[in-house]
């Protein structure tokens, strides 16, 4: 495990500062070059998301508002409550203005990413008996890498399709797994392995039925869950509306003047910030990540735009709209930098070691055999902390009227008091992080009315929704890459191991996954954004030649005769 930790250091550490700059500069370059298409044809996007110019005789296995749903499932998930929280208790409140850039700039990769891949996909050569699970039509950034630039870059897209076929285990996946069963082992006490049994088999039922059964799923289960979610954060923010303009000026102020990472690694630190803001609000959206095309190939459609600003809605949708809900509930309720009554077992995963200061930040430690305690506080430079952060006095009961004194036997996760007795438990201040900390900022913006209690069942509700379906949607994406790599033979393993992570996921901690989702996303990002690069040309022309033919104008025609003839079939 320390030589996995190590990696994932060294890993993250090299990684990132490209990860910034090839996102947010390709993002730039592509508005640019398109000439600002995320805002030109974003009215475009959605006329066609509504169906008006769809043709059901085009190729393809889903509708474009199902595509979107399917891409939406994957990219309005566990991010949008988790990540955003993340962000913001590492890199302070300025980290959502960061996942802002990152979304607007997303939007023009976005749309690029989906466009080509619509251009280069392929129908799949499925088995004799036509497997449903096997789909019809495969596309996605291996197909461009290899069709569009050619021969000699196979071996970049079998890499890119492999490790988003690691991706998709791990962020797409273990990590929705993760916070799944967090939740449910927070609330209701209930071990983690159980929950994962029972997430895994929801998520088995519905893709072994392939994209037309995940479309099906999604376009049901994607509105539901943004619609409960948003229209939550806006009863907070409605009650608590006299704080929501401090709340914008203390995002804007800290994005470029970070004080406030609770957690200490984000004072004063502008890249810090900077990157946990771009990082997460890639992870939320999937904005050059090359996920998102290989559902938007499935589109049924010949005309590969009409699916590029179908997709370019997703980073509007997804973190504009609701990473900012977060984000600003967390931020007006003061949850960020609040520390809560909080029941602590040694052995709890979210349990680390931490030196340093509230002015200096605070830095991982080895973890010691002991720590020793008077009077409630440690004795040493090593601090005992929670989700990263120090917790405050330590207390041996619940009201926390007892101050504990002994010693913290981290080794055998025993817990000796100074008068002999075996503690199991004890009770202190502590951070939040993650769901729990977005579950905090519901429950404090709903306390006014009474109501907070609904805050946390807002917030769990969605992160299980949130959860299962991105993890449905992510193995249609691992299952198009095991497809490229090794043919439809490969589709049905992949399923079965998908599964598998999906439990394992649910019971190993929560920062080590992600951690380890990190480092993949980074590692497929590279290549897709550098071919996007490339090929920005291609791009350019068929942009331009789709606006200059107008055809969705033929489709809305017949789009009409067919809803005319159905009519004509129920009289």
Sequence with gaps: MEFIESFIS?????????????LLGTGLFLTIRLGFIQFRRLGHGFAVTSGKYDDPDEPGDVSHFQALTTALSATVGIGNIAGVAIAIHI?????????????????????????LAQHFRVKIDQDGDGKAWAGSVAGGPMYYIERGLGK??????????????????????????????????????????ITGLVTASIVGLVIIGGIRRIGAVTSILA?????????????????NYGDVFPAFGTIITEAFNPTAGVAGTGIGLFLTTMSYGVQRGLFSNEAGQGSAPIAHSAAKTDEPVSEGVVALLEPFIDTIVIC??????????????ARVDTAITLDNVNVSYVTGSNETGYADAETPQTLAVQNGAIVGDTY??????????????????????????IADGSIQ?????????????????????TTLGFERGLEPIGLSAVGRWIVLLCVFMFAISTAISWSYYGDRCANY?????????????????????????????????????????????????????????????????????????????LKEQKRRDRI
């Design 10 to 22: 060294i890993a993250g550490t090299i990684l990132t500062p490209i990860l910034v700059i090839m």
């Design 91 to 115: 890199g302070g409140p300025g980290a959502l203005f960061w996942m802002w850039v990152t979304a607007l700039l997303g939007m023009a990769t976005k749309y690029s990413e989906v466009t």
């Design 152 to 193: 000699n870059w196979k071996p970049v897209a079998a890499f890119f399709a492999f490790m988003l076929m690691i991706t998709s285990f791990m962020t797409g996946n273990a990590i929705q797994a993760n916070t799944i069963a967090t939740q449910v082992a927070d609330n209701f006490g209930v071990a983690t392995w």
């Design 223 to 239: 509105p539901l869950m943004a619609t409960l979610y948003v229209l939550g954060a806006l009863v907070i923010l409605f009650i």
């Design 324 to 337: 900012t809900m977060t984000g600003l509930v967390i931020v007006l309720t003061g949850s960020f930098s």
């Design 384 to 409: 005992l902390a929670f989700y990263d952060v120090p917790v405050g006095q330590i207390f041996t009961d619940e009201a926390q009227t007892q101050p504990f004194t002994g010693t913290l036997n």
């Design 417 to 437: 008091g100074a008068s002999g007795a075996t503690l199991t438990t004890i009770y202190a201040d502590a951070a939040r992080n993650s769901a729990p900390l």
């Design 485 to 561: 790599l090794w043919g439809t033979k490969a589709i049905l393993p992949y399923k079965m191991v998908f599964l598998l992570m999906h439990f394992i996921g649910a019971i190993l901690a929560v920062t080590t996954i992600w951690d380890l989702g990190d480092v993949a996303l980074s590692l497929v990002t590279i290549p897709n954004v550098l071919s996007l690069v490339l090929l920005s040309g291609l791009l350019k022309k068929i942009s331009d030649s789709y606006f200059d033919r107008q055809p969705w104008l033929e489709n809305y025609e017949k789009h009409q005769r």
